[in-house]
């Protein structure tokens, strides 16, 4: 695909409909709307069924024009649009489903006037309160700061003190100042209630899946890591978690200055890539369904005039993609073949979903079967294979023994010197949490676990023993940021269904993916930096880390 096209498209201005239904757009205001103003579309808003309301507006001193729009689906929250521009263009800067008018007032000044949402919410409010709307919304605390801080501050207090004994994985004897369940204090209060008490230290989170951490100084957030994410994206991901737990340990700080937005635009845009997410998994959305082109032949003009109907996300990063959807692979190789982090394939999914270029499937599609080969061949015996192989594997796992791996590791270093082509190593630990210390589980356990991985990788990835209790994936011609998929993949099967003689609760695995040529250069490089890696996952509870983020750190 694409086909050279001249003929592009071209939007047409509509005018606005006056009735009672239809898109409506209002007067320009000189000023910055107030917040009888916002109360005033967000009425005409639910009158109009589903239509937008806008509100255009500029501002004394801003040589920007603004722009806030609201309608109300029949099935969610108020949705929220603001955009800047100028007499020719204007720009999206976020999207909010809320029903909270003064918070989207407050982030309205924020825009216009470049003064912090929180400071201006510390101004305006009258008393603490963290609220959710019926799609997980919240407002930010409504208080005076002095008061927003010891009351915010002392309910997280209040729903954190004793939840749980001390972090056995950490080496000093510090004690978390506060620590406590997302599931009954969400993350963004709790960044909220930081950021007005101006702390400054470490927050550590650990979720179903992943593991993460941000540094504050002074309220703010300068450094974050969460998998594979850095800095905004790993704040903007870890802002979707819904479950986990999280300590915050005082005057703990990083020199690694990764962060480089605002807390309240992290939040928001946070907030519609949960949008999207949820969306994706509503429909039915798994790593095992297929993914079909419903115009193939499109030119690339046709392409950018329908995907351009949709969100306004990156569209080079759209057409890369859609080209490389063959209606025969499904999510998960896709994503292995065309390795993007889940921030990037969101959206960009989400978006071919919704203007109709991609459509779903359960199966690849049916196609036509090449002619016989006429050429005569031997009948391969795959028993005999088998057989030859079973005398490689540990019989009470049934996987390569440590030598066998580490021999696979330097043919696969010899291919690497002749094809130049990347290859990666995972190395992964099995484990049971009973609460207060982590135990090996038995063998018999460990063998229903890696048939599971058996099941993710591919036939030419090469799974066996690393030393006396870990194991390890060799993955030949994979770079590091797809071994993250396949990392992320294995613990999404390991937590689908029960395990036989063990809760899936009670499961714990750590992973440290390192990859030649980006970590090192040698076999033995290989393994040692892959093992490094996963000792600081278990070390600092995070389930998934790779060599190069970990790199220099104890």
Known sequence: ???????????????????????????????????????????????????????????????????????????????????????????????????????????????????????????????????????????????????????????????????????????DNQQAALEGDLEKLALPAVLQSLHLGKKSGRLTLGGTDSGAEIYMEDGQPTHALCGEFSGDNAIIDVLTWVSGKFKFYENEVSSDRTVTKRLDSLIIESMGFLDQSNYLKNIGLTMDTFLRQVYPNLSEAQFEQLAGRGTGYNMQLQKDFYVEIDNQTNLFDLLRR??????????????????????????????????????PAYQIDEAAIQNALKTLMRPETEVYSYPVLQFFVKQELGRFERDGKAFSLIIFD???????????????????????????????????????????????QTSSKSAIVVAQRILERMKASPIPGMETANLSMAFGIAAIPQDCKTAGGLLSVASEAKKYARRNNLPIVEFKSCEGKT
């Open 430 to 476: 099995l484990m049971s949490d009973n609460g207060s210390s982590l135990e090996i589980v038995p063998s018999g356990i460990a063998k229903a676990l890696l048939h599971r991985v058996k099941g993710v990788k591919r036939e030419i990835d090469i799974l066996g023993h690393f030393e006396t209790f870990d194991f390890g994936i060799l993955l030949p």
């Open 1 to 171: 695909m694409f086909k050279s096209n001249l003929n592009r498209g071209q939007s047409q201005n509509q005018k606005p409909k006056e009735s009672g239904s239809g898109p409506l757009k209002l007067p320009r205001l000189w000023n910055a709307p107030a917040l009888e103003d916002l109360n005033s579309i967000l009425a005409q808003a639910k009158k109009r069924d589903g239509f937008d309301v806008e509100l255009p507006f500029s501002v004394s001193g801003q040589n920007a024009l603004y722009l806030i729009k609201v309608s109300c689906p029949a099935d969610g929250d108020p949705l929220w649009t603001f955009y800047i521009g100028s007499l020719t263009s204007t720009e999206v800067k976020w999207t909010l489903p809320s029903i909270d008018v003064l918070l989207v007032h407050n982030l309205v000044l924020s825009e216009c006037t470049g003064q912090d949402s929180v400071d201006l919410i510390s101004d305006h409010s009258q008393q603490p309160s963290y609220q959710r709307s019926s799609t997980g919304n919240f407002s930010i605390p409504e208080a005076p700061e002095q008061q927003a801080v010891s009351q915010s501050m002392q309910g997280i207090t209040d729903y954190t003190r004793n939840l749980g004994p001390k972090d056995p994985n950490r080496t």
């Open 338 to 375: 065309m390795p993007l982090t889940k921030l990037e394939w969101v959206p960009v999914l989400y978006n071919l979903l919704q203007v109709g270029l991609v459509q779903l499937a359960l199966q690849a599609s049916n196609q036509t079967p090449s002619e016989a080969s006429i050429e």
